[in-house]
Antibody, heavy 122, light 107 residues
Framework: EVQLVESGGGLVKPGGSLRLSCAASGFTFSTDSMKWVRQAPGEGLEWVASISGSSRHIYHADSVKGRFTISRDNAKNSLYLQMNSLRAEDTAVYYC???????????????WGQGTLVTVSS | EIVLTQSPGTLSLSPGERATLSCRASQTIRNSYLAWYQQKPGQTPRLLIYGASTRATGIPDRFSGSGSGTDFTLTIGRLEPEDFAVYYCHQYDYSPLFGQGTKLEIK
């Protein structure tokens, strides 16, 4: 059974940093791309970043480029999101998701974690 | 930059009725790289459809997707009480993007 468990969320002041983790199990983590998607309170879904299985291909949304960094440790079956220079508008539930490859596309998320809440406030 | 527009914003129907949700892209989505998700309050998004028309594993056949190019549709054949939720379309051809969602509520 595929399981994705996020952790690391919490309350942080504007300008601060936070590192999210996602522990994966139930599939061959090293061969699958992964991504982070966030959802601000009462709002829709926003893609944040994606990373290929080998970490060769990494993409970030323009809204977080230069501030957030996605990474992974295949030996630990873990995905990470390092978030720096946090802003109030980064307040959201952050989901990790496994990405299913589909042709020559970015792929779509099939399994999602339960999410971890990040609140940026003074 | 591609934009996805879902309509209507809110759809009020009764159980047993048919629901038709629309997702329009501002530019052509190649190879039907479009998915649909269902999200209930306090829950994780659930994949319904990928490739515009392929149902994900375990999804009932009352859910169907269609369309290509810039116009896509999610149809729910006969609404069950558990189908009332928010539905998002998601294009993964270009830099990934979700539509703003359609809320399907009980009339």
């Amino acid at each position: 059974e595929v399981q994705l468990v996020e952790s690391g969320g919490g309350l942080v002041k504007p300008g601060g940093s936070l590192r999210l983790s996602c522990a994966a199990s139930g599939f061959t983590f090293s061969t699958d791309s992964m991504k982070w998607v966030r959802q601000a309170p009462g709002e829709g879904l926003e893609w944040v970043a994606s990373i290929s299985g080998s970490s060769r291909h990494i993409y970030h949304a323009d809204s977080v480029k230069g501030r957030f960094t996605i990474s992974r440790d295949n030996a630990k079956n873990s995905l990470y999101l390092q978030m720096n220079s946090l802003r109030a508008e980064d307040t959201a539930v952050y989901y990790c998701a496994r990405v299913m490859a589909h042709g020559n596309s970015y792929g779509y998320g099939d399994y999602w974690g339960q999410g971890t809440l990040v609140t940026v406030s003074s | 930059e591609i934009v996805l527009t879902q309509s209507p914003g809110t759809l009020s129907l009764s159980p047993g009725e048919r629901a038709t949700l629309s997702c329009r892209a501002s530019q052509t989505i190649r190879n039907s790289y479009l998915a649909w998700y269902q999200q209930k309050p306090g829950q994780t998004p659930r994949l319904l459809i990928y490739g515009a028309s392929t149902r994900a594993t375990g999804i009932p056949d009352r859910f169907s997707g269609s369309g290509s190019g810039t116009d896509f549709t999610l149809t729910i054949g006969r609404l069950e009480p558990e189908d009332f939720a928010v539905y998002y379309c998601h294009q993964y051809d270009y830099s990934p993007l979700f539509g703003q969602g359609t809320k399907l509520e009980i009339k």
